[in-house]
């Protein structure tokens, strides 16, 4: 079972649905239905959506990965809270007005720190 991955997929699934209904809302408040239409604030809203959805599942899938090959639960959660605080702070670093451009670095470098940390382990793990 993935217990642990399921959870963090749960809280993640949360931050996602947050940001598409940024980008539904203000579709729907400014009329415009494909694209951006030029405004730039909806293109930041769509690229905050679009920036999680790039990072966030794959980063699901390696949790997942750490998981099934047995990692202490301890591991599993520490690599879960990264990623998860690490799209939570980019995605509201991103969203803010103006942008806090402290907030989406540190959630860059958590983001990218898990999945490098999560696929050193799993290729150690494959190796060895």
Do not use: C
Not at 63 to 71: D, I, K, N, R, Y
Not at 73 to 87: D, I, S
Request: aromatic share 8%; no cysteine; hydrophobic share 55%.
């Amino acid at each position: 079972m993935l217990e642990i991955t399921a959870l963090y997929a749960a809280l993640l699934t949360f931050i996602l649905l947050w940001l598409a209904a940024r980008v539904i809302i203000y579709r729907r408040k400014n009329r415009i239905s494909l694209g951006d239409n030029g405004n730039n604030s909806l293109l930041k809203r769509m690229r905050a959506h679009s920036n999680f959805v790039e990072y966030a599942p794959f980063g699901v899938v390696l949790l997942a990965l750490v998981e099934l090959q047995g990692s202490p639960a301890f591991v599993v959660h520490g690599l879960g809270l990264m990623l998860l605080v690490g799209r939570g702070l980019h995605a509201y670093g991103f969203s803010a007005s103006p942008p806090s451009m402290r907030l989406r670095v540190g959630g860059t470098l958590l983001t990218l720190t898990m999945l490098l940390l999560s696929a050193i382990g799993l290729l150690a793990h494959s190796l060895f």
